[in-house]
């Protein structure tokens, strides 16, 4: 049994960018594809599948720029199990002044930070992609 499913998919994404694979696979749950469908709007992943079968996956098509670098530069989970990171509309952290993106639980749905400033919501910040 795994005890936190997302930074397992955050750590086989950081490490599949790191040894500059095309795609990832991983156990697939409706929270983790919400995560994937946030990524690629965001441009740091290009695509996604999810595949029905016997047992579930996620196939997480990974983006490249110049010189094979990544699309990202680093993700960290910001909210675990043992230590759940809840903030309100006007908290939401600004990951690299601007320049990344938080991704937070709300009430509304799984949305970044600048969407649920907007909206006006608080929540649990999962994790923050720079």
């Known amino acids: 049994m795994m005890t936190d499913p997302i930074a397992d998919m955050l750590t086989r994404i950081r490490n599949a960018a790191q040894a500059q694979h095309e ?18 709007q965001e441009g740091y992943i290009d695509d996604y599948r999810v595949e029905d079968g016997v047992q579930n ?8 720029g110049r010189d094979r670098q990544s699309a ?20 939401i952290p600004r990951v690299q002044n601007g320049m990344g993106v938080a991704i937070l639980s709300t009430s509304v749905g799984i949305m970044t930070g600048r969407d649920a400033r907007d909206k006006r919501v608080g929540g649990e910040v999962l994790c923050e992609v720079w």
Do not use: N, W
């Open 23 to 40: 795609h990832t696979i991983l156990p697939s749950s409706k929270l983790k594809a919400q995560l994937a469908e946030i990524l690629k």
């Open 72 to 91: 990202f530069v680093g993700m960290r989970r910001a909210s675990r199990p043992g230590r759940r990171f809840y903030v309100g509309h006007h908290d």
């Open 57 to 64: 996956s996620l196939t997480i098509f990974l983006k490249y």
